[in-house]
């Protein structure tokens, strides 16, 4: 297979198909070149397989002999040649791996100067100011991306020429500044490498080649792809394009453009652009853009020209797109597209909205229910709950609403000190004049992001409107000046707080009251659809402890509860006491006692459970962790004892403490354990929930209940402990005419149990996988430790391709669900199978659940909205039906 592809190479398939090939940008331009025929600048793509090759062993063979063909055909398309000293051909070079990682990977402009081009240049646009402003563009990137140099060291000179030439911006320096300016960033070079910075045009290329090809493992990339989930075994392509200019003269310009707008989801065309200026001044926030209306002010015939573009690209790719343009001397160019990065409100729209149709006649197109459904994702739900401020305060500054949501918090202005900051608890707002790709851990680690300078789709916009982070960017009125800022008047240090709207652009002082969001019509309408497409085929649950909690899991679409968990009302702060005199009791009537104290307050937690739920399944979890856990600890008690001493009580919780105290509390005895151990428990927590059910029944309610028996491994077990119940069940219903049916089953997280789930499923009615601690049994990692230390290095380095306790695949953990699912079914046809854990709100996951023949999957109140949207996708997903017509 080759190496490089030219973008007009007729490929079998189209172009925008092989984005595992060409990578999402060589893809595209491909597409826009040889299907689509727009304005693109000629090029040719460095495959992503290239890539692996050259990361795994080094470069490849044959490659130069690749790309010097390639060079040539595209010096022939062009009519110029790279480094020519008469009329110089200049190229850029750019990642552009398989799915979009905006500003995480290297990108080199102006590449094929030197110090003869670079007069070619001069005559051949008869420019001599734009030819070395260019070069020293090119001087800087190459050094700065290619060679390791810090930034530093040529944003130094360049304030330097500005202070000499007494000019403010870099835009006012004459020809001769920047001539000069070359030389002094080429001494820089000099300097900084022992080495003259490079004249031959080919060595150029390659060492751009490479110094992308490495990026790929960039900690920045790295770190982008571990938060969106992208594997790192993908590569990236390399695309070299011939260069057009936008920094030409003021008949030439640069800019980004929406065929929609993607903050909003209206079908109105949005966009920022630049006078004479180069794609990365627009990004970069280094300049306040204009947008699509001042560019139809300016160039009417070149806006219209764009906008039936627009409409092309929307029609081809049936969706937003968004790209890149550049205006040279009058002519325009489209450097890039691809389907574009939306809010969580304007998919939504969006979504809807493509289904009505769009364009007239023949021209017209439009989605499916089903497609539409796939363009949402779960951050894009979950983007639109979040808060709102419930007062709006008196703005000091005002900037461009970027990204929506509340966000409250101390501001820090470097990204380190806002990742430390974040480290130690705090909520923290990112304040930059603009950001770059080297600020997105503290992005990351930021509840909202604000910035001096830039636009709608500079870096910071862009990469906060995908994580769903509230941003308000090109704030004027903010001066930052090292550790603070000046705003309305008023200055904000380190640490103080401020909050920002990212819905109106507005930055208050202080700290804000926030209340929760009000998504758009288009949530419910996107979510009905779903619930049509699961109808029948997975279920989605919330877990629950409280009245309050099944209330708000209803309200958001929950089916039932998967898992309430009856711990969290023992530690309750006036149910404690009661647990502990529980495990105090010195006699089995004293224990008696207590169990039946607790057994009135059991029966009214469970009564407003029940009672939210009405109509819909409750899975109650009998007592789960060890009884330790209701006691203060071993080592407050010792503290206690050697400073104020200890009374009676206190010093029979000592005992206690320390007879029930375990070494690995995790795997000792806890759930039907601890019942075996103290086998009253169970019975007491049985006669409650079915007391609770009795007291609503009588009140016209129609509680459904199912009892979940924790942490069993063998069938004996399972069948011991649910004799209790059944005891207790059978005592409840007796002489009733129409009995309830009352489903008990038991937890499936211990890898043994999957494995023996055959076996199980004979004493059980349902199974529910309570994946979180098969997760960490499996791994044989401990949650609470691993997270926070070993797991970040285990997926920079590829040792993990997922955060198991975030996502399931199917190896491993998934395997166990699939056994166990498949082996409980074989012996009991009627058995029903869930899943409780974490990894029910999860939409990689719950297509795994749904492929193993899972019932219903359950996850907290609030990620329910994504799972019922999950749920329908898996769905879509495994019946290929995405087209099909509703």
């Known amino acids: 297979m080759p190496y490089v592809y030219s973008f007009d190479h007729r490929h079998r398939r189209p172009p925008m198909e092989m984005k595992d090939l060409l990578g999402g940008k060589g893809a595209n331009l491909a597409e826009m070149t040889s299907v689509l025929e727009l304005p693109v600048p000629a090029g040719f793509t460095i495959t992503t397989a290239t890539c692996r090759e050259y990361l795994m062993s080094g470069w490849p063979d044959g490659l130069d002999a690749e790309i010097d063909k390639a060079v040539g055909r595209l010096e022939k398309a062009m009519g110029r040649q790279l480094g020519d000293p008469t009329d110089p051909l200049l190229v850029s070079v750019r990642s552009g791996a398989k799915f979009s990682m905006p500003g995480m990977m290297d990108t080199v402009l102006n590449l094929g100067l030197n110090d003869r081009s670079v007069k070619g240049l001069a005559r051949a646009t008869s420019d001599e100011r734009f030819a070395y402003d260019s070069y020293r563009r090119f001087i800087s990137m190459y050094g700065r991306i290619v060679l390791g140099l810090d930034a530093e060291v040529f944003d130094k000179a360049l304030e330097q020429a500005k202070h000499d030439g007494g000019v403010l911006t870099d835009a006012e320096l004459p020809a001769a500044a920047l001539k000069t300016l070359c030389d002094d960033y080429k001494q820089v070079v000099k300097d900084q490498t022992r080495k003259a910075f490079p004249q031959q045009p080919m060595k150029q290329l390659r060492g751009a080649v490479e110094s992308v090809f490495s990026s790929w493992n960039g900690a920045r990339a790295i770190a982008y792809r571990v938060r969106e989930r992208i594997s790192h075994d993908l590569g990236t392509a390399v695309n070299v394009q011939a260069m057009v200019f936008g920094n030409r003269d003021d008949n030439s310009g640069t800019g980004v453009g929406f065929t929609r707008n993607a903050a909003t989801g209206e079908n109105v065309p949005y966009g920022d652009f630049l006078v004479n200026a180069q794609g990365e001044d627009v990004v970069a926030g280094i300049r306040n853009t204009q947008d699509l209306d001042d560019l139809e002010a300016r160039f009417p015939d070149i806006h219209a020209e764009l906008v039936d573009i627009f409409t092309r690209l929307e029609r081809h790719y049936r969706d937003m797109c968004d790209t890149e343009f550049t205006i040279e ?41 089903n497609e539409a459904l796939l363009r949402v994702t779960a951050d894009n739900i979950d983007s639109v709950l979040h808060p709102r401020f419930s007062a709006q305060g008196s703005p000091i500054a005002t900037g461009l609403a970027a990204s929506p949501g509340a966000a409250v918090g101390h501001v820090y202005f470097t990204a380190n000190d806002a990742q430390a900051a974040a480290e130690r608890g705090e909520d923290v707002i990112l304040v930059r004049s603009e950001t770059s790709p080297d600020d997105v851990h503290g992005m990351m680690a930021s509840k909202g992001i604000l910035t001096s300078r830039g636009g709608l789709v500079s870096h910071a916009a862009v990469v906060a409107r995908g994580w769903g982070t509230p941003a308000v960017v090109g704030a004027d009125a903010v001066v930052i000046k090292g550790k603070q800022f000046t705003a309305g008047g008023l200055i904000v240090a380190e640490g103080d707080q401020i909050s920002i709207d ?29 619930d049509t497409v699961r109808k029948g085929k997975l279920g989605v649950r919330a877990n629950a402890d409280t009245g309050e909690d099944a209330s708000v899991a209803r309200s958001k679409g929950a089916e039932g509860i998967g898992l309430c968990r009856t711990e969290h009302m023992f530690l309750a702060p006036d149910r404690l006491p009661v647990v502990r005199e529980m495990i105090l009791a010195n006699t089995p009537d004293e224990e008696t006692a207590a169990l039946e104290r607790l057994r009135g307050v059991q029966q009214q937690d469970f009564e407003a459970v029940l009672e939210a739920m009405d109509g819909l399944p409750v899975t109650v979890r009998l007592l789960d962790p060890p009884l330790h856990e209701f006691l203060p600890s071993v080592e407050e008690l010792r503290l206690k004892e050697a400073t104020v001493g200890l009374g009676d009580t206190d010093r029979a919780m000592l005992a206690a403490a320390e007879s029930w105290s375990e070494h690995n509390p995790m795997i000792g005895t806890r759930g039907v354990r601890l019942a075996v151990v103290k086998p009253g428990l169970y019975a007491m927590q049985a006669r409650a929930l079915l007391d609770a059910a009795a007291a609503l029944r009588k009140r016209g309610k129609h509680p459904i209940v199912e009892i979940m028996i924790p942490l069993t491994v063998t069938r004996e077990e399972l069948a011991l402990a649910r004799s209790w119940v059944q005891t207790e069940v059978d005592a409840a219903l007796k002489g009733m005419r129409n009995k309830p049916e009352i489903a008990i089953g038991t937890m499936i997280e211990t890898p043994r149990a999957a494995l023996r789930a055959d076996e199980i499923a004979e004493e059980a009615d349902f199974f529910s996988f309570g994946t979180n601690d098969l997760t960490q049994m499996a791994f044989g990692f401990s949650r609470d430790d691993v997270e926070s230390r070993m797991m970040p290095a285990y997926l920079a380095q590829g040792l993990l391709k997922r955060n198991p306790f975030e996502t399931i695949d199917q190896s491993g953990v998934g395997e166990l669900v699939y056994i166990g699912a498949e082996r409980g079914r074989k012996v009991k046809k009627s058995l029903k199978l869930g899943v409780c854990g974490e990894h029910g709100g999860d939409p990689e996951s719950i297509a795994l659940f749904y492929d193993a023949g899972l019932d219903y999957v359950s996850c907290s109140p609030f990620r329910v909205p994504i799972a019922r949207l999950a749920a329908a996708q898996a769905i879509i997903g495994a019946r290929g039906d995405s087209h099909a017509t509703k």
């Open 329 to 369: 001397q009058g002519k325009l160019w489209m450097l890039q597209t691809r389907v574009g990065k939306r809010t969580g409100a304007a998919a939504l729209k969006m979504a809807v909205d493509m289904t009505k149709g769009t364009g007239r006649g023949k021209q017209r197109w439009k989605i499916t229910r």
């Open 502 to 530: 990212g819905t109106s652009g507005a930055v208050m002082l202080g700290a804000l009251e926030t209340m929760a969001a009000e998504p758009p019509a288009e949530f419910d309408v996107i979510l009905g659809w779903a």
